[in-house]
């Protein structure tokens, strides 16, 4: 046998208990490289004072959350449950001395906890208050906002808006509207003068002054006249057993429109001016013995004294027109276009109208005046008096009477013009929207609904019911 050099046994030993290292499964000779000081969930609290450092939604000082885990780190769970507050009456508002906490609502609890009557569903914040001695919105007070109640002097059934009181029982004489214009006239009240169910207006709705007297439409559709009241004209006699659309004035005679379109007239009737023709109509005016009147299709239709041609109208088709007063008998007719055609006597000149565009025409006794879409007037005719010689500024709304004119301004003022002897030609101050001149006196009506004349009263004409 020959023995190895003893070198080459020792590498062959070394050998061995490497191949013999490696191959084994001992880890516990591995290097662990972890510190105890590490965050591994980046929750910002490190082992071992994290008690889960997997989950970085739990920490020491974590909202603890109802989820059966220790989130704050505390050693308990779900320690801090929500109070839920008992809701008996269904009202989505607790009751605060009826409470219990859990992570879930137990059936018949809310959040919230500001009901100060939990029997009751009709109370709870914010609710309406009412008028039955019951804190309904929780704020300490009762019967803090009662109705309003409006006195209604005329018994109208439309109270007066500047006499109102807010109390749970309604007063004496008070009721819940508020909306009366007039609450010393019980027929002058708001009105639904086209019957779409909206309020159109308030107080009278339309007037007319005429030679010595005048007639004016309520609120209700009635027609009401005051000043002269002869045995032989009698103006003051209009019909009661109808309502009307609209009224004209004329000397002795009146006529107006009634709800549905036919004609009635009243007055006078030595020339037949008050014997209406039959038909549905939309405009009509009186003159001193004659009436003529526009029906739905446009054509004109006159009736009564006919000495100067002013009850033979001209053909075509017109949407307004006006009648003179005080003897001098003519007419005037807005056509479709906005011209102006007049017919009858024309001894002044005041059927002789201007090639001009106008949206409104008026005859007077002796002169005739149109009023353009920008607000100008002009007026022809006899101009004794001035009355043809209208002042500069912008109008909405005009009327020519026997010998003055007046009209009303884009603010509301009215100005007259022409003969003022008996004071019909000075207006008084206020807002008015429309305005009717007379022979000697004039009639306008203001924005609260009222007619206030001026002028002669020597028969009531200016004294308004």
Known sequence: MQLRPLSLVLAIGLFVAACADTSG??????????????????????????????????????????????????????????????????????????????????AGTVADATDCDDASASVYPGATDACDAVDHDCDGAIDEDPPAWYF??????????????????????SIADGTDCDDTRARLHPYDGDGDGAIDGCGWRSFSAGGYHTCAIDSDGWMVCWGQNTERNRELNPPSDATFTA???????????????????????????????????????????????????????CWGSDLDAQTTPPAGTFSALDSGLNGNSHTCALDGDGAVVCWGYNGHGQTDAPAETFISVNAGGSHSCGLAAGGAITCWGTDYYGQSTPPAGTFVSMSAGADHTCGVESGGAVQCWGFDDYGQSTPPSGSFVSVSAGIFHTCALDTTGAITCWGSDALGQSTVP
């Not at 209604?152 to 007063?171: I, R």
């Not at 004035?249 to 023709?277: F, K």
């Open 25 to 106: 499964d001992d880890t516990s000779a591995r290097v662990d490289d972890t510190s105890p000081d590490d965050d591994l969930d980046g929750d910002g609290v490190a082992a071992p004072d994290d008690c889960d450092d997997t989950d970085a939604a739990v920490f020491p000082g974590a909202t603890e959350l109802c989820n059966a885990v220790d989130d704050d780190c505390d050693g308990e769970t779900d320690e801090d449950p929500p109070t839920w507050y008992a809701d008996a009456d269904a009202d989505g508002y607790g009751d605060p001395g009826v409470a219990q906490a859990a992570c879930d609502a137990p």
């Open 152 to 173: 209604d002097a005329d018994a109208d059934g439309y109270g007066d808006p500047a006499e109102v009181q807010s109390v749970c029982a309604a007063p004496d004489g």
């Open 247 to 301: 009224v004209s004035s004329g000397n002795g005679h009146a006529c107006g429109i009634e709800d549905g379109g036919a004609l009635r007239c009243w007055g006078s009737n030595s020339d037949g001016e008050t014997t209406a023709p039959s038909g549905t109509f939309v405009a009509v005016s009186t003159g001193s013995s004659h009436s003529c009147a526009v029906d739905t299709s446009g054509a004109v239709s």
